[in-house]
């Protein structure tokens, strides 16, 4: 099933100008409570390429997670430059960023976000339902997900049936269900025990390897470590 | 539309982790709806009551006495009678163009007579119409006084219930015969029972009617008591009798707008203040229901707001992955009107349930039937539509206007 024709208008191949699928240039973001103003971002440059695997580290308080949401277009910078395979994204309203969201951008939170009344196969069909996917494309494109992160099985479990390293699985498939651009992950393996980081850090692999441009936000050096590039973040800066 | 169905799943899931809360609510929509869809049906039934028991007299009736004049006119001095015959009322018939039916009314008390039992009955001459505008019907197996009766000055009589019931007992009165002031006349029909509020010569069912000629060669009697009349359409009444006095005044001479010469009861100006009064009557207990339901509606916006608090991190995480604001705020309002549908429907089935009970319970002339008409139940639905919307609305837009990421936070 080919879901790049299906979703989006430019496809896979056609990256920005600079082939970056991720171009920021000089973006900050103020938060000012009227009293104070917190500059979290202070002019961040970041290129992430197509089939990239790039790591975000920093200190907690470094503007690692407003770098998260800008990038995830959950938040619009104060300032600068962003574009997402080469399409302008400050300036967009409400409705077009969470189609942005839905269809350019998949997710991975620390504490999963999974809906915890529905079932795993629900939350992983939830995107697509967005997405406006007919039933019977959503079924099939569900049970093909569940398989390749292996919970086949699991499908029709509530979240709370499930343990934290397949709950972190059904996330991704839910983040997979559009065909993103990018993975967006923030500490993906915060809430796991060290062999269930290991399996999604294995899966991370696997799915860079089979072409999905990664973005993980961590402070763990090991998983920085497998990452193809490590950017580091201070005070707002790239470092 | 492919959502609709995990929508309704979901609405279905709130409301019922919310038990109790969507019991409380649900029972004061209940209260309203049912408060709103009674109290106008009752209303509706108490007037159509109201208009029944003035119908009892007559449908949209003027009743004229021919009687004393009181202004001087052309050199007549008042005080003077007018008396009428059965050829001012035929004048009557051929000059107005307002009319729509007209019968004299010869009445007196006479001597009613069957085998050896003897009574005194108020008896009238009538014509054909005055039946129809009366509301003389005849209950089944009789008829009321024809055309040919008339025309032939036949001794044939109809009574009132209750004079029959008097007179013959448990008897059939139909195709008996009995005498008045001596003479025989045959029973052609008994009035069907009728609740009459009303009267002016004695209540219906205690009379007995016969035809205005057979009256005449009977008693000798020449000038008529009172003539009734409808006019073409109710609100034409008022010119009809104007028509009727300037008709008169210029054959007996007297001043057209002379009050006393002919005195008038026209019962449609009963009917409209009837009306009226119905009216207001409706709007306040209209009032009063739909302020019960604002009350409901209220509950149902609170309910919603605790919905929409409880699942901020949810409505949040379907934000981070794609939803829209639009289809959070189509969630919300969905699952406001789900509560309100079902309470409404409720309320309106307690009501029908009401509706059918009444008459079942002989309630009827106390109250009246009432009646859960289209008109009301579009009232009550399109009043809780509105008040399910608006109170579905400011929980809705809140949802869909929080920050993602500080739903998914909370």
């Given at each position: 099933m080919n879901l790049k024709r299906m979703f989006k208008q430019n496809g896979n191949g056609t990256a920005g100008a600079n082939g970056a699928v991720i171009h920021m240039n000089d973006i900050t973001k103020i938060y000012d409570t009227g009293k104070i103003k917190v500059e979290a971002l202070r002019g961040i440059d970041l290129a992430v390429k197509q089939g990239e695997f790039v790591a975000i580290v920093g200190p907690s308080g470094s503007g690692k997670s407003t770098l998260m949401n800008l990038i995830g277009c959950l938040d619009t910078p104060t300032g600068g430059d962003y574009r997402l395979r080469g399409e302008q994204v400050s300036g967009l309203g409400?409705?077009?960023l969470a189609d942005i969201r839905n269809r350019r951008i998949g997710f991975v939170f620390q504490n999963f976000n999974l809906l915890p009344q529905i079932s795993a196969f629900e939350n992983v069909?939830?995107?697509?339902?967005?997405?406006?996917?007919?039933?019977?494309?959503?079924?099939?494109?569900?049970?093909?997900?569940?398989?390749?992160?292996?919970?086949?099985?699991?499908?029709?479990?509530?979240?709370?049936e499930l343990s934290g390293g397949q709950m972190q699985r059904v996330a991704i498939a839910r983040a997979l269900a559009m065909d993103p651009d990018i993975i967006l992950a923030d500490e993906p393996t915060g809430n796991l025990d060290?062999?269930?980081g290991t399996d999604i850090l294995s899966l991370f692999e696997d799915l860079w390897r089979q072409g999905t441009t990664m973005l993980i936000i961590t402070h763990d050096p090991a998983m920085a470590k497998r990452a193809q590039r490590t950017v580091e973040i201070r005070d707002g800066l790239v470092n | 539309m492919p959502i609709l169905p995990s929508f309704l799943r979901q609405a279905f899931r709130d409301l019922s982790s919310q038990k109790l809360r969507t019991t409380l609510t649900l029972?004061?929509?209940?209260?309203?709806?049912?408060a709103v869809s009674l109290l106008l049906a009752f209303g509706n039934g108490l007037h159509t009551q109201l208009v029944k028991n003035t119908a009892?007299?007559?449908?949209?009736?003027?009743?004229?006495?021919p009687s004393l004049t009181s202004i001087p006119f052309e050199g007549l001095g008042k005080g003077r009678r007018i008396l009428l015959t059965e050829r001012d009322v035929d004048l009557?018939?051929?000059?107005?163009?307002l009319i729509d039916a007209i019968s004299a009314e010869f009445s007196e008390t006479l001597r009613l007579q069957n085998g050896s039992q003897v009574r005194a009955a108020g008896v009238s001459g009538v014509d054909v119409p005055f039946g129809e505008m009366r509301n003389l019907i005849a209950r089944e197996g009789g008829r009321f006084l024809n055309p040919l009766d008339v025309m032939n000055r036949r001794r044939v009589l109809f009574l009132g219930n209750e004079?029959?019931?008097?007179?013959?007992?448990?008897?059939?009165?139909?195709g008996r015969t009995v005498k008045l002031n001596g003479s025989p006349f045959l029973v052609v029909g008994v009035m069907k029972k009728k609740i009459q509020e009303s009267n002016y010569s004695g209540p219906d069912r205690r009379r007995a009617y016969i035809p205005e000629t057979t009256f005449r060669a009977l008693t000798g009697q020449e000038y008529v008591d009172q003539f009734i009349y409808t006019a073409r359409s109710v609100d034409q009444t008022e010119a009809a009798t104007a028509e009727v006095a300037s008709i008169l005044a210029a054959k007996h001479r007297f001043d057209p707008g002379d009050e006393e010469a002919l005195q008038v009861w026209d019962t449609t100006g009963m009917m409209q203040f009837m009306n009226n009064f119905m009216l207001i009557f409706n709007l306040f207990l209209g009032t009063v229901g739909s302020l019960t339901l604002v009350v409901g509606g209220i509950g149902v916006s609170n309910i919603m707001n605790v919905v929409v608090e409880e699942r901020t991190r949810e409505i949040g995480i379907k934000m981070a992955i794609g939803a829209r604001g639009r289809s959070v705020l189509g969630g919300i309002m969905l699952e406001t009107l789900i509560i309100t549908a079902a309470g409404g429907l409720l309320g309106i089935g307690i009501t029908a349930g009401i509706c059918a009970l009444v008459p079942a319970a002989g309630l009827t002339d106390f109250v009246g039937d009432p009646k859960l008409t289209s008109g009301v139940a579009a009232v009550t639905i399109g009043l809780l539509g509105a008040i399910g919307m608006l109170a579905g609305w400011f929980p809705a837009r809140a949802a869909a206007r929080l920050d993602p990421v500080v739903a998914m936070k909370s």
């Open positions: 409400r409705d077009q069909e939830m995107p697509l339902l967005f997405g406006g996917v007919s039933r019977k494309r959503r079924r099939a494109r569900v049970t093909e997900l569940m398989e390749k992160v292996n919970l086949a099985d699991r499908m029709h479990h509530k979240p709370t060290t062999s269930s | 029972f004061g929509l209940v209260w309203g709806t049912a009892g007299l007559g449908n949209g009736i003027v009743i004229t006495w009557l018939k051929k000059r107005s163009t004079l029959a019931e008097n007179v013959f007992g448990e008897e059939e009165p139909v």
